[in-house]
C-alpha cells in the first residue's frame, strides 16, 4: 500500500457506541493529523502528533480521544458521540509539522445515529 | 475576518479557457501557500505549493503570490472538465499550522 490510507472508509454509530478509526501513512513521515470536514465548512484541524507525541489538541471535546502508538499509525477512538459529529474525518501525514506539505488519506465518512 | 477567505462558487468556466481561484488570508506573517484540490466525495490532494512572491508554475497549473496584498490565486490554463472539483486554499501562518479556505467549486463546462 502507498500513501496514507484509513480504515473504515464508511461508518455508522449511535450515540451509545464505542468505535475507532485507523490511519496509517506508508510515507516516512514523522507528523500525523486529525481533521474534521463538514458540509460548508472549512477543514478543521482536531490533533497533530510529532514523532509520536501529541502537538496540538485543538479544543477538541474529549469524547474523542487521538492515539499515536508510532509515527506510522494514528487512530482516533469515538465514544458517545453526538449527531453534530457526523462528518467526514481525514487523517493526514507530513515530514515533519515544520514541513507543511501535507498528504490527506481518503477519509472515513461518519454518520452518528 | 476569517483567516482565509475563498469565493465559494461555483466559477463556472468553458473547456479549453482558462479558471482563475482567488484566495485572499489574515495572517502577514504567513509563509507557505498550498492549493489542494478535491472531488466529490473524496480526500483533498495537494496540486501546488508556494513559498516565495510571484509565479510558480507546473504544467497547465500556475500559481501567484503576492504577500504584500496578502493575496494568492491557482490559474488552470486550457481547463477541462475533469479539472471540475473544489479548490482548497491552505495557508501555513505565524501559529505553525495550516488553515484552510472553505474552498472554491469550479464546474468546467464543455
Known amino acids: 500500500e502507498t500513501g496514507v490510507t484509513q480504515t473504515p472508509r464508511h461508518l455508522v454509530m449511535g450515540m451509545t457506541n464505542k468505535k475507532s478509526l485507523k490511519c496509517e501513512q506508508h510515507?516516512?513521515?514523522?507528523?500525523m493529523y486529525w481533521y474534521k470536514q463538514s458540509a460548508k465548512k472549512p477543514l478543521e484541524l482536531m490533533f497533530v502528533?510529532?514523532?509520536?507525541?501529541?502537538?496540538e489538541n485543538n479544543s477538541v471535546p474529549s469524547r474523542f480521544s487521538p492515539e499515536c502508538p508510532n509515527s506510522s499509525h494514528l487512530f482516533l477512538h469515538l465514544h458517545t458521540l453526538q449527531p453534530e459529529d457526523s462528518a467526514l474525518y481525514l487523517c493526514?501525514?507530513?515530514?515533519?509539522?515544520?514541513?507543511?506539505?501535507?498528504?490527506f488519506g481518503p477519509g472515513t465518512r461518519l454518520t452518528v445515529t | 475576518q476569517k483567516e482565509v477567505e475563498q469565493n465559494s462558487g461555483p466559477l463556472s468556466v468553458p473547456e479549453g479557457a482558462i479558471a482563475s481561484l482567488n484566495c485572499t488570508y489574515s495572517?502577514?506573517?504567513?509563509?507557505?501557500f498550498f492549493w489542494y484540490r478535491q472531488y466529490s466525495g473524496k480526500s483533498p490532494e495537494l496540486i501546488m505549493f508556494i513559498y516565495s512572491n510571484g509565479d510558480k508554475e507546473d504544467g497547465r497549473f500556475t500559481a501567484q503570490l503576492n504577500k504584500a496584498s496578502q493575496y494568492v490565486s491557482l490559474l488552470i490554463r486550457d481547463s477541462q472538465p475533469s479539472d471540475s472539483a473544489t479548490y482548497l486554499c491552505a495557508v501555513a501562518g505565524t501559529a505553525s499550522k495550516l488553515t484552510f479556505g472553505t474552498g472554491t467549486r469550479l464546474q468546467v463546462t464543455l
Open positions: 493526514a501525514s507530513s515530514f515533519q509539522t515544520s514541513s507543511y506539505e501535507q498528504y
Open positions: 495572517d502577514r506573517g504567513s509563509q507557505s
Open positions: 510515507l516516512g513521515h514523522n507528523a
Open positions: 502528533y510529532n514523532f509520536k507525541e501529541q502537538t
